[in-house]
């Protein structure tokens, strides 16, 4: 959660005036790369509610869709989507998530698993719109994501900060790095300091077993949704182990709402009364009513099962992928472009086109 608040119509003329003025040299790079940090955050504040849906379709190794829709208010958050013949239902509301997945067992009973657990800054499911349109990136904390502003709070080293032109449109690069990730993000100005392309690079395995893990997210269409505010459209993303391509990603966004009245009932899941639930915050499983309250006697957790189902077609859920590659593969999967930020100052000179 973004913790500072910024009064749009002054800083938005400040930064117009500091991205003409400001050079990204040697001696400027703190200068830029907060320029950078500020106009970001700016930018995720100028959206106070969006809903969209979502297609995301792996390409490689394998031929998979993945479709859905996406709610978020502030900090409360619906992902719903489909993946195969499983449905999941995703609801994060004060630092707690609820989740409910819908599938068939192998002799074809339908099988539902329901769970309550403690928010840590972990994406909400394969359908999370926030995190795939690159409004937040990967941390060196397994699993977790944060927007550009909370990375900059972490202890990382700094290797450049320089202005980069890319076709018609100039971006600034920021490279940096951490305990155990090496990651270059590329903003762009003319969508209000959004990231246009993120490269995260990651050791994978240990000792002879050693290889590198790169994710390479780029955002190739962005749709201007109010004056002044962008959201990404497309985006693509390729992963490679040791240089080698082994899956790429196609997300698309359509029917994008932003800063509209969400229905009362968005934030809102309920359960199958009488289901079997797991209660990861008390380490309990008991049968739930409607709202994830315990309807009879409950036992211990003999352990903590993971959040994020693998979709297999048999099983509604499975263990996840080992820890180094779940914080890349999981956390950042991305496209990058929403915000509104440079809307008087364009105002006031000429309208900025969005290539897609």
């Known amino acids: 959660m973004i913790q500072k608040r910024y009064r749009l119509p002054g800083l938005i003329l400040l930064l117009a005036f500091q991205t003409s003025s400001l050079p990204a040299n040697s001696h400027g790079e703190e200068d830029v790369l907060e320029l950078c940090r500020i106009g970001n955050c700016v930018s995720l504040q100028s959206i106070h509610t969006i809903s969209c849906r979502a297609k ?25 989507w489909k993946k195969n013949h499983t449905s999941y239902d995703y609801l994060l509301r004060d630092s707690v998530i609820k989740a409910l997945t819908k599938g068939r067992s192998p002799d074809g009973r339908e099988r539902i698993v329901a769970s309550i657990t403690r928010a840590t800054g972990q994406r909400l499911g394969e359908c999370d719109v926030w995190n795939l349109a690159l409004m937040t990136v990967a941390s060196s904390q397994e699993g977790a994501v ?3 502003d909370e990375l900059l709070t972490k202890p990382y080293t700094l290797h450049r900060v320089e202005r980069q032109e890319n ?55 962005v749709k201007e949704v109010l004056p002044g505010i962008f959201f990404p459209e497309k985006m693509e993303s390729q992963v490679y182990v040791d240089n080698q391509l082994v899956s790429t ?24 009364r009488g289901v079997q639930l797991v209660n990861q915050i008390q380490g309990k499983e008991y049968k739930s009513d409607e709202n994830g309250d315990s309807i009879g006697s409950s036992r211990p957790l003999a352990s903590i099962p993971p959040l994020v189902s693998s979709g297999n077609d048999q099983e509604v859920t499975e263990d996840e992928q080992k ?20 809307w008087l100052y364009r105002k006031r000179r000429r309208p900025v086109a969005v290539a897609t």
């Open 56 to 80: 995301v379709t792996h390409t490689a190794p394998d031929q998979l869709s993945i479709t859905g829709e996406y709610w978020r208010s502030l900090d409360s958050v619906r992902s719903k």
């Open 146 to 148: 944060l927007t550009f």
């Open 167 to 221: 076709g018609h449109r100039q971006l600034i690069l920021v490279d940096l790095s951490f305990e155990r990730a090496h990651l270059e993000i590329w903003f762009d100005p003319q969508i209000n300091y959004l990231v246009r392309k993120e490269i995260v690079t990651v050791p994978l395995g240990r000792g002879k077993l050693l290889k590198q893990l790169r994710q390479e997210n780029q955002v190739t269409q």
């Open 249 to 272: 990603q196609l997300a698309t966004f359509s029917d994008i709402r932003v800063n509209h009245p969400l229905p009362a009932d968005t934030f809102q899941l309920r359960f199958p």
């Open 323 to 342: 820890p180094l590659a779940t914080w890349i593969l999981l956390a950042s999967v991305g496209i990058l472009v929403i915000a509104g930020c440079l």
